[in-house]
């Protein structure tokens, strides 16, 4: 049976094998702070906030700034597609901030969950189609972490 290992050079290997074993460090976890834009309007208005790009940097900027300690913990961030063109106050990426603590940083490359045409209550996972192109954009920007959710509903007969 043939494995996509065969198409990797031993050099892309080992950085895979690198960046397996630093996400799965001994004491530390991931951050999903991948909330698309419909979950930080909820996020949001429960605390009075309008859900505005701006408040959503913010609401970032807070979680990856607010702990200088955070790498200690913390070895990848997921994070939604608006946030990798997002920036601190002083201008540096998050992508960049998080890098800096040791951090991973990933971004959710799946488009959700989206009603399956012609069916009732199935759903199947968006973004499949482009995810190769996707990868390979957000790889040569240099994230490391690219989950995917695939995700397919179905009745019970």
Request: proline share 3%; net charge positive.
């Amino acid at each position: 049976m043939a494995s996509y290992s065969q198409y990797l050079t031993k050099e892309k290997e080992d950085e895979l094998r690198g960046i397996a074993n630093a996400i799965v460090s001994a004491g530390k976890g991931i951050l999903a702070a991948d909330e698309s834009t419909g979950s930080m309007e909820k996020r949001l208005k429960s605390i009075g906030l309008e859900n505005t790009e701006e408040n959503r940097r913010k609401y970032r900027q807070l979680l990856f700034t607010g702990n200088p300690d955070l790498g200690k913990h913390i070895s990848g961030v997921i994070m939604f597609h608006e946030t990798f063109y997002q920036k601190a106050d002083d201008g540096t990426r998050f992508v960049d901030v998080l890098k800096k603590q040791g951090i991973i940083p990933g971004i959710k490359v799946d488009k959700g969950v989206v009603p399956m045409a012609g069916t009732v209550g199935e759903a199947t996972t968006q973004g499949l189609d482009d995810l190769n192109q996707r990868c390979a954009q957000y790889k040569k920007a240099s994230i490391s972490l690219l989950p995917e959710k695939s995700e397919k509903k179905t009745e019970k007969n």
